[in-house]
Nanobody, 126 residues
């Protein structure tokens, strides 16, 4: 069973940047797509970005397209989410998750992910 730990969250002003990390242990994540989701208070968890198992394909929610970049370093068993031009509405707890099955492209549905980290808080002030 994999354990996922998110880090890199914090408080930033609007227009600023943060890089989140999702560090995995327990088994190599190189065969699995990894997704990032977020949840703001009072809201449902929503899809942010996903990267396929090889790192060759990334998908993004429309609201973050062009501002966020997902990447993976399989040798480090880590996936990153670079966030730029942050907005107050990006404030949320950010979670990474591992796909249920191997060798997939990365889904925008939380149901397709089996293992989740505990999240890291991102707060963007206006």
């Amino acid at each position: 069973q994999v354990q996922l730990v998110e880090s890199g969250g914090g408080l930033v002003q609007a227009g600023g940047s943060l890089r989140l990390s999702c560090a995995a242990s327990g088994h190599p994540i190189s065969n699995y797509a990894i997704g990032w989701f977020r949840q703001a208070p009072g809201n449902e968890r929503e899809f942010v970005a996903a990267i396929n198992w090889s790192g060759g394909r990334a998908t993004y929610a429309d609201v973050v397209m062009g501002r966020f970049t997902i990447a993976r370093a399989n040798a480090r068993n880590t996936v990153y989410l670079q966030m730029s031009n942050l907005r107050p509405e990006d404030t949320a707890v950010y979670y990474c998750a591992e796909d249920r099955l191997q060798f997939r492209s990365g889904s925008d549905s939380s149901r397709d992910y089996a293992y989740w980290g505990r999240g890291t808080q991102v707060t963007v002030s206006s």
